[in-house]
């Protein structure tokens, strides 16, 4: 197969919890590289987009003030990119089933997952499913210029009237 990016996400628990580097010495094991990563101050209008295909479910509300750190008075997630061969499903096997009780108890989700009370699955870390969802991802959390190779086409650009901040 080809080389494939796919997105991972470390949620706030994950972060809150301390479990970065656990969770990344643990995803290492994939032998994938990293070519993109930043910590992100998760937006309600970023998580109805991330999550748009769940808007309509009964949790979705939780699950949004999951993502946005509302939970755990931690907003912030720390997004990457992994690529290479086979990356959605080798990040897939190691992150472990959504569901945390079903996860295999040596993956991720199985090591670090909970089910709240009120059945929310706080999972630690978000993984691409497929190649369509992993580029949708991507192309939302990151920009081309924030990614270190070149995995989809890209356009040129330029803008005027753009604010953008500058250290002072």
Not at 34 to 60: C, D, G, Q, R
Not at 106 to 133: C, K, M, P, Q, W
Request: charged share 30%; net charge negative; no cysteine.
């Amino acid at each position: 197969m080809d080389e494939e990016a796919t997105l991972v996400i470390i949620k706030p628990d994950g972060l809150k919890k301390s479990l970065t580097g656990n969770i990344l010495s643990r995803l290492a094991e994939a032998k994938l590289k990293i070519i993109a990563s930043k910590i992100v101050k998760v937006t309600v209008e970023l998580a109805n987009e991330h999550y748009n295909h769940l808007k309509e479910e009964p949790f979705y509300p939780e699950l949004a003030k999951y993502i946005t750190g509302v939970l755990h008075g931690e907003n912030r997630v720390m997004a990457l990119v992994y690529y290479g061969e086979n990356a959605i499903s080798k990040v897939r096997k190691i992150a472990g089933a959504t569901n945390p009780e079903q996860a295999d108890p040596v993956s991720i989700r199985g090591a670090y997952g909970r089910i709240l009370t009120t059945g929310l699955f706080e999972n630690v870390i978000h993984a691409s499913s497929s190649s369509d969802e992993s580029e949708r991802e991507i192309k939302l959390w990151f920009g081309p210029d924030e990614i270190t190779v070149v995995i989809y086409e890209t356009e040129e650009v330029i803008l005027e009237n753009v604010k953008k901040e500058f250290w002072k």
